[in-house]
């Protein structure tokens, strides 16, 4: 039902969540070439649909969101409720005719959906299953697995908010965007291609556990061996990296931001050098290259230079400046900067496609990663609510035009 591309092809996905993980997880897996069912309740459809903000156009109106993450999906409305025959019908041939479920309703066996129903109709299915907390299959406490949760809940309890920020008194932080539920969505489709491939192998299939808190646990670097073999508890340092300098955000002549960055002893002393210090004063062993260094009096007189330097200059300017000598840099960038970056343009980062609710041309972001010989597309823009129910209904499942019709008048779909 969708064109042939990308190294996915081949591959169908039936998704059934929303707001943000598992969209995203599904967003992925469409743009490089799996067929992703996106389903949706009748009338209702998914509220990603309508979170703020809205785009207008003429009398349409559409979530940005949606337009960025919708795009290459079939939009299925169905009443998933197993207690409803026809849904229970409908539901399990979707199944059987389906690689992958990717869920992120937690509440599945209410909905009287189990594993071993589904792997007993479709033997070599992935399921994948995402939550905050886990489910009890898996392990852990019962009521921790039954937990709602959302982003910043996530990252506070998988310890990422506590070392986001700036130190004592200032709060922790939680980082924007939604950037646990996007890990989380990495997380699932590198567990999905996983189980995938080995189904395709094997001839069996698995379920995955995905979640927030372990997402968010799963990149806190050296966290936990600090923890466990050094006794240290990790704390906040806002911009500054606590282990070596300079790594730091630095306030520019015209109140922009550069962060400069200089692991190791040749990156560094390329840095004084461009600071046009004196090396052996200002030694890596004794500013540079662990805590102890960049908290003493000639360290901490360092990251003062620093300061001052970038400080008497343009942002341009001190990047430039500083990249002529290898000292890795960056410029803090708004997404106004990026739309106008002749880099980011000339990479293909921006693409145009219609999208099917407001009917016509939006301008997103396009594709990561990119690949060589089976590059990510977009085939169509975000669907309409239901655009591809009739579709799906009567080309994969076989249902006859008065078949579709009744289920319709039972609000099943």
Not at 110 to 135: C, Q
Not at 161 to 184: K, L, Q, R
Not at 396 to 405: D, T, V
Request: charge should be negative; charged fraction near 20%.
């Amino acid at each position: 039902m969708t064109p042939v591309y990308g190294p996915l092809a081949g591959m169908r996905v039936l998704m059934t969540g929303s707001i943000v993980a598992a969209p995203f997880a599904a967003s992925m897996l469409a743009e490089f070439g799996a067929e992703v069912i996106h389903v949706e309740r009748p009338n209702v459809g998914d509220p990603y649909r309508e979170q703020a903000p809205i785009v207008k156009r003429n009398d349409r109106k559409i979530s940005a969101a949606w337009i960025q993450e919708g795009r290459n999906k079939l939009s299925l409305t169905l009443e998933i409720n197993l207690k409803i025959p026809e849904s229970k019908e409908i539901f399990l041939s979707m199944i059987k005719n389906c690689d992958v479920w990717l869920e992120n309703m937690v509440w599945t066996e209410k909905l009287g959906i189990t594993e071993e129903m589904l792997l007993e109709v479709n033997p070599k299915l992935v399921i994948a299953h995402i939550s905050g907390f886990g489910r009890p299959q898996f392990g852990g406490v019962p009521e921790q697995c039954n937990r709602p949760s959302y982003d910043p809940i996530g990252q506070a309890e998988g310890g990422y908010m506590f070392v986001n920020g700036f130190p004592e008194p200032m709060p922790p932080s939680h980082a924007a965007t939604f950037i646990n539920d996007y890990m989380t969505a990495m997380f699932a489709v590198n567990g999905i291609l996983m189980a995938y491939h080995h189904a395709q192998k094997t001839g069996k299939g698995q379920a995955i556990d995905v979640t927030q808190i372990e997402s968010m646990s799963k990149v806190l670097n050296d966290t936990f061996v600090q923890y466990f073999e050094l006794g240290r508890v990790r704390q906040r340092n806002g911009n500054k990296v606590a282990i070596f300098q300079p790594g730091n955000l630095f306030k520019t002549k015209d109140e922009k931001y550069l962060y400069i960055g200089a692991y190791g002893a040749a990156v560094y002393g390329r840095f004084i050098k461009a600071l046009g210090l004196d090396l052996d004063k200002y030694s890596h062993e004794t500013c540079g290259n662990s805590i102890e260094a960049i908290n003493s009096e000639l360290g901490l007189e360092l990251n003062q230079k620093a300061i001052d330097w970038v400080a008497a200059r343009d942002a341009e300017e001190a990047l430039q400046y500083l990249l002529s000598q290898k000292v890795p840099s960056g410029i803090v960038r708004t997404s106004a900067d990026l739309a106008a970056n002749e880099h980011y343009q000339k990479r293909g980062n921006f693409i145009e496609y219609t999208d099917e609710t407001l009917g016509e041309k939006v301008k997103a972001f396009g594709f990561a990663p990119k690949l060589s010989v089976t590059p990510a597309q977009v085939w169509r823009g975000a669907p309409t609510l239901g655009q591809d129910t009739d579709n799906i209904l009567s080309k994969l499942l076989g249902y006859s035009a008065s078949e579709i019709a009744a289920f319709r008048e039972k609000n099943v779909i």
